[in-house]
């Protein structure tokens, strides 16, 4: 799924401030009239010449690249223009969306398409600040996505869907290593706290509020806390200190042993890769099982580097796009959601040397010569099996990772 910069300020930043302000749906949000996809010829003819403003995380090249590509290939096709607006935080996203629905800006916004998942969409679903439900399904390139066995399409942070975003890509927490320093990797939070006992400063990860960070911090909530069935749930106030309790007791402990022991974090992703490239740590993740292989295609890390899961399970999800309700260019953004889902989209999406991240579509619905292009992919040396990467462990709603993003903040900023 996608990434956000370290900010050094706590959580009372955009995304705290964004979801105060949508702590209650703003009266009379309406969606601006919008091209039914239902009538796709008519959806086509409205799109040309339209620009699409995609507002999308620009932390990582090849993912930029593959962006500008579909660009490219939607201008093309249908005289479409994208323009990749890079952001480091979605959340800074939704509080334009929202500073835009409190000036009375119900057209003409800035924002036509976003990359989101999460906390991001459920407050901009609970404020009523998307385009038309049920838009995404009526794509053409809907009936080509897995429902069936990848759910998680349906869903976001345990929130329905509603077909208010469409899905992007399939995401799946994997750890890294490099075989020539690291033959078997400890595949237990308790196993990883004794080998950083032995070996200290050889793992991190990044702060939170930083994606791949929170979504640690939720890997190892979901396998501390006593009763898992909670995180399904919004975060009870009365009961959040003792569920996250084991959660922080075993970071205490963790901190002291970690790189720069516990006092410094990498700012993202890639910045911990990189770590993990230059041997100052052991151990890595990233949340897409294909991401170590792209990293060492793009001759960013060795290629004795290896991916691995834990034990019981690690935490997926899916990531999708969205049309804010006042998208000045809807039909653009709705022809390249659809382009997206695309079998060329997303089998060049999946491509260890292009991105490698997994796709939301039922290859077995495809055509004979669709099929051929996922057949045809190299998923990479370090790219797990869809056996091997095991079971996952569901996102907790979304409420969670605000609390946690929150307390971490609290427990570990000003040291």
């Known amino acids: 799924m996608f990434d956000s910069r370290h900010r050094s300020r706590p959580i009372a930043g955009a995304a705290l401030a964004a979801s105060l302000l949508l702590a209650a749906p703003f009266a009379g949000a309406r969606a601006a009239d919008a091209p039914d996809p239902a009538d796709w010829p008519a959806v086509l003819e409205a799109a040309q010449g339209q620009t699409v403003y995609f507002h999308a995380w620009g932390g990582e090249p090849r993912i930029n690249s593959y962006i500008a590509w579909a660009g490219e290939r939607l201008k093309e096709m249908h005289g479409v223009t994208v323009e990749q607006v890079k952001v480091d935080d979605t959340a800074n996203v939704v509080a334009r969306v929202v500073a835009e629905k409190a000036a009375g800006q119900d ?20 404020a009523g600040l998307l385009t038309t439900p049920g838009w995404a399904t009526k794509l053409p390139n809907w009936d080509l996505v897995d429902t069936a066995d990848k759910p998680a399409v349906l869903t976001d942070f345990t929130e329905p ?3 208010l975003e469409s899905p992007w890509g399939m995401a799946k927490l994997v750890f890294m290593h490099d075989t020539a320093t690291l033959e078997h990797p400890p595949t237990t939070l308790a196993a990883l706290a004794e080998y950083l006992k032995t070996h200290p400063g050889r793992f991190t990860y990044p702060q939170p509020p930083n994606f791949h960070g929170s979504t640690f911090l939720k890997q190892v909530l979901a396998t501390t806390i006593a009763d898992r069935t909670k995180l399904a749930k919004p975060v009870d106030p009365a009961s959040f200190e003792a569920d996250v309790a084991p959660l922080f007791a075993w970071l205490d402990a963790l901190h002291p042993t970690m790189w720069r022991q516990g006092r410094a974090f990498p700012q993202n992703q890639p910045a911990m890769r990189q770590l993990l490239a230059d041997g100052e740590i052991d151990i890595a993740f990233t949340f897409n099982p294909a991401g170590a292989s792209a990293a060492i295609a793009a001759g960013e890390l060795p290629d004795t580097v290896r991916t691995f899961v834990l034990d019981g399970g ?3 999800n899916a990531h999708f796009v969205a049309i804010p309700y006042n998208a000045n260019a809807k039909a653009g953004a709705l022809v390249l959601a659809d382009f997206l889902l695309s079998a060329e989209a997303q089998a060049r999406k999946q491509d260890p040397t292009i991105w490698g991240d997994p796709t939301v579509l039922a290859i077995d619905a495809l055509s004979d010569a669709d099929k051929a292009r996922f057949a045809a992919l190299n998923l990479g040396i370090a790219t797990l099996t869809p056996q091997q990467l095991g079971p996952v462990i569901d996102e907790p709603h979304a409420s969670w990772m605000t609390a946690l993003e929150r307390a971490w903040t609290a427990r570990y900023a000003s040291q």
């Open 107 to 126: 057209t003409g916004g800035a924002v036509d398409l976003v990359w989101i998942n999460g906390e991001n969409f459920v407050s901009l679903k609970k």
């Open 314 to 316: 690690t935490i997926g």
């Open 161 to 163: 869907t509603d077909g």
